[in-house]
């Protein structure tokens, strides 16, 4: 079984709670990652409709938020020697309103603004396009077109995906899609953005567990057809649960790690520092990371 070697960062708080944390903490965190085997983290997004990361000047209204935690995060990267991706912007707005241009706008002034101030870090590995999506909607092949075109015409790094199938953990049984359906959408989406992306990590928790086999397949042989790099995005946080969000029960966890590995090529999660961490703000992060520790053969103790 692979272990998870990625995680995403999520620091504008959409659906999850802040911890808090400041330089010391996260320094702390990404020292674990640097000894447990994780090697890429993933801002899930720099911006989030008047929230940002970062003083940006790009986008108008933002909130006077005046802490940098883009150049905290590339520093303690290149410090524990990780490689990190940059989550673009989501207006959470214009590309739902279908005004994707816009959306586009906005974000090539943002992505200039991000490289002027960060494209020099040596930690700077690659992009990540926030604008996930389960379906051929939204206007997703202009934004994926436009924006990762952008991006690799900014700083020509590696750009990254996490798209989901709209299963029924997630979507109501009119709004369901079987997996021949999703695969289908997607066909038609990787054939219209050929080279605007180069990862594709599929998020795994709106499925039913028994269908996972046949989706990571399935996956992977559209990915091979286009000649994109397969990851998985293992969930770690729990679905099944009537509220938002605990950490996920081991035992599903590592049933989806298992499914996952003979399959594709890394294991990244959202998202460990909430839902897995020994630090975590959670009680139950700190047991799972046991857990998984004793799966993988980790000294949890000699880790901490």
């Not at 690659?126 to 015409?153: M, P, V």
């Not at 890394?266 to 460990?272: A, G, M, P, R």
Request: proline share 5%; charged share 25%.
């Amino acid at each position: 079984m692979l272990r998870l070697t990625g995680t995403f960062l999520d620091e504008i708080t959409h659906d999850i709670p802040s911890q808090n944390w400041g330089e010391r903490e996260w320094d702390r965190e990404f020292g674990l990652y640097s000894r447990i085997g994780i090697d890429t983290v993933i801002i899930i997004r720099a911006g989030y409709r008047d929230k940002c990361i970062f003083p940006a000047q790009s986008i108008p209204g933002l909130l006077p938020l005046d802490v940098d935690l883009g150049r905290m995060f590339l520093d303690l990267a290149e410090k524990h020697g990780l490689k990190l991706f940059w989550g673009t912007y989501d207006s959470g707005r214009y590309w739902w309103r279908r005004s994707w241009w816009t959306e586009v706008d906005l974000n090539k002034a943002f992505i200039d603004e991000v490289v002027e101030r960060y494209g020099s870090s040596p930690a700077f590995a690659g992009w990540y396009l926030t604008h996930e999506t389960s379906r051929n909607d939204a206007h997703i092949i202009e934004l994926f077109n436009q924006i990762g075109g952008h991006c690799k015409a900014a700083k020509d790094v590696p750009v990254l995906i996490s798209p989901f199938p709209q299963g029924s953990k997630q979507f109501g049984p009119g709004d369901t899609m079987t997996l021949e359906e999703s695969f289908d959408h997607w066909d038609r989406i990787f054939d219209a953005t050929q080279g605007a992306y180069d990862i594709c990590a599929f998020q795994d928790g709106q499925i039913q567990y028994q269908e996972l086999p046949e989706f990571h397949k399935g996956i992977k042989a559209l990915c091979d057809k286009y000649q994109l790099t397969t990851w998985s995005n293992i969930e770690s946080f729990d679905r099944d649960m009537p509220i938002k969000f605990p950490p996920a029960d081991w035992r599903y966890l590592d049933l989806k790690m298992r499914m996952a590995s003979p399959i594709v090529e890394k294991l990244i999660t959202f998202e460990f520092a909430h839902f897995m961490s020994p630090y975590s703000c959670y009680p139950a992060a700190h047991n799972l990371f046991r857990r998984y520790c004793e799966r993988v053969g980790i000294d949890a103790e000699a880790v901490i």
